[in-house]
């Protein structure tokens, strides 16, 4: 069954560190790997990776995809408290796009 | 360019009640996606249709269940409301891609409560 897993589930750091979200993904005739960021209520789009080792980047976050090893990862850089949400990760196959758990990034003054 | 609009924004409903949700995609998007969230959970597939057919439907009981219409506006149903079901329903609407490797965008979902 197509997976799609977050590490850490939770993280809590001061503005201006820097942090790296984990995804790692398995999932039937992969199409692309989605990140979003969920602040209250809509999940809002931040990266699409279809190809492995090409980073994505926007401002200070950045993304790349590891398709041998299956898995991705979201840097954001100069964390600021306006982060602070959940990201979530998200594999797209042929039939559905499916979710990791997200991870909730907590950025304190 | 409005965005995805779902509708209500709030729901409660009592155990064994029928719930309504519904949806607008953005014009020109011809996919509908339904998720939903409970809390602290990641978001559970539920169903996607595309040109008014049902294309796929996560694991969840026969009760879930919904339809597309001619202007691609989706409605989603569940039916003998459990506690259980209390989350936020998001949908999502996208250009059906040949590639497939489509961008979701999301509306701000419906929260139901069941009380």
């Known amino acids: 069954e197509d997976k799609v897993v977050q590490s850490p589930l939770s993280l809590v750091v001061h503005e201006g560190d820097t942090v790296t979200l984990n995804c790692s993904y398995e999932v039937t005739n992969f199409r692309s790997l989605l990140w979003y960021k969920q602040e209250k209520k809509a999940p809002t789009f931040l990266f699409m990776l279809t190809s492995s080792g090409i980073e994505k980047k926007s401002g200070r976050l950045s993304s790349i995809l590891d398709k041998k090893e299956l898995f991705s990862i979201l840097n954001i850089t100069a964390t600021q408290t306006g982060d602070s949400a959940i990201y979530l990760c998200?594999?797209?196959?042929?039939?559905?796009?499916?979710f990791g758990q997200g991870t909730r990034l907590t950025i304190n003054p | 360019e409005a965005g995805v609009t779902q509708s209500p924004t709030h729901l409660i409903k009592t155990r064994g009640q029928q719930a309504t949700l519904r949806c607008s995609p953005i014009?020109?998007?011809?996919?509908v996606y339904w998720y939903q969230q409970a809390l602290g959970l990641g978001l559970q597939f539920l169903l996607w249709?595309?040109?008014?057919?049902?294309?796929n439907r996560g694991n969840f009981p026969p009760r879930f269940s919904g339809r597309q219409f001619p202007n691609y506006s989706s409605e989603l149903n569940v039916n003998a409301l459990e506690l259980e079901d209390s989350a936020l329903y998001l949908c999502a609407s996208s250009f059906r891609g040949s590639s497939g490797a489509n961008v979701l965008t999301f509306g701000a979902g419906s929260r139901l409560t069941v009380l």
């Open positions: 249709y595309d040109e008014g057919e049902e294309r």
């Open positions: 014009s020109g998007h011809t996919s």
């Open positions: 998200a594999s797209q196959g042929a039939q559905k796009l499916v």
